[in-house]
């Protein structure tokens, strides 16, 4: 009865914290009869004892959101929702937005994060990429006024997309697109947008506040992680590590990423280095096991990098990397 009542309460409420927990087995310590057989008391506490630790465990976890300013700007934030992050710039004139980060969940949060720091509306909202667990869940801010940007190549997949009857209904069309850059100006605030080439995808765009020195990067620069699953949507390996040195080249010194990494710091220069020299190393280490007839499957078990073994996904993700290396220096695509 009380791994059921627990359960229930964890499914109605998963921010329960330990106090709301200790009532529950306060009472139910007063209505259980001690008459009963010592093994069942001993059962028992174990399960209070339990459910103790696991109720600490709730009160520990991060809240679903949240909002942060960022130290030394006046009007920069993040807002974190789940494992995603995005960008806002408030100014006297407006805010710039970045990715709803929406997919399959309301937008309202990130709506409501805003309106909690300004009555300013929402101008703009610009896409990093076209991936919808970063894009999904932007009409509410169209809905609102904002006028929507993004790279070229972004609206060119989502008009296929749309095309094909695959279109998320709550994705919104670019109602600007980019090609190498552009600059927004609002409000006292510039914010460049950079095409720094083919990585994670094909339309990834770098967010630049030239003023404070901060860039807003999603998915293709990860913090102390390996490359995510096999590098899905890129053309070349090459053209991806030559997108890291162009955004390595751009004069900024904070990134804040599309996912909280490494404990949820801001990224430097010297992780996008990092980035560079794993991929390069993965780059030399693959086309070696591809000279000697290796890939697929072998060079995917064989070949590991232990200088990167304590970074994020290496056991899991590394095989996948190979693979993605693999398809180029093996069979040229």
């Given amino acids: 009865m009380l791994c059921r009542d627990r359960l229930a309460v964890k499914q109605r409420n998963k921010s329960l914290d330990a106090a709301f927990v200790s009532k529950r087995i306060l009472r139910l310590f007063r209505s259980y009869h001690f008459s009963r057989k010592p093994e069942m008391k001993a059962s028992f506490c174990i399960a209070v004892l339990a459910a103790l630790v696991t109720g600490s465990a709730f009160a520990q976890s991060p809240p679903q959101t949240s909002t942060r300013k960022v130290d030394g700007t006046d009007n920069v934030y993040i807002f974190r929702y789940g494992g995603h992050q995005s960008m806002f710039v408030v100014t ?7 990715d709803p980060i929406s997919y399959l969940r309301p937008a309202k949060p990130y709506i409501d ?7 300013k509306p929402i ?18 801010f169209k809905d609102l006024g904002a006028t929507f940007i993004a790279h070229k190549r972004t609206k060119e997949r989502l008009l296929e997309l749309k095309k094909q009857n695959s279109l998320l209904a709550d994705v919104v069309m670019p109602d600007q697109v980019v090609g190498d850059q552009k600059i927004i100006k609002l409000g006292g605030t ?27 990067v999603v998915d293709f620069a990860p913090i102390e992680s390996v490359q995510f699953r096999n590098i899905p949507d890129n053309a070349s390996p090459l053209e991806y590590i030559a997108s890291l040195k162009r955004l390595a080249s751009l004069d ?22 990092a980035d560079i020299a794993y991929m390069e190393d993965l780059s030399a280490e693959v086309k070696k096991a ?20 304590k970074w994020a996904n290496y056991e899991a993700s590394l095989p996948a990397n190979v693979e993605r290396f693999c398809y180029w220096w093996g069979r040229g695509y």
């Fill in 92 to 98: 006297p004139q407006g805010v710039i937005a970045t």
């Fill in 113 to 119: 994060a805003i309106k909690a720091v300004t009555d």
């Fill in 123 to 140: 101008k703009y909202v610009i896409y990093s990429h076209h991936h919808y667990d970063h894009i999904a869940g932007g009409q509410p």
């Fill in 190 to 216: 510039t914010l460049e947008l950079d095409y720094v080439g083919r990585n994670h995808s094909d339309n990834s765009l770098v967010m630049r506040l030239p003023k404070e020195k901060i860039v807003f």
């Fill in 252 to 273: 900024w010194e904070r990134m804040i990423p599309g996912h909280p990494y490494a404990g949820g710091r801001f990224g430097t220069k010297k992780d996008v280095e």
């Fill in 290 to 309: 591809a000279d000697a007839g290796k890939c697929f499957d072998t060079a995917m078990k064989e070949v590991k990098l232990p200088k990167y073994e």
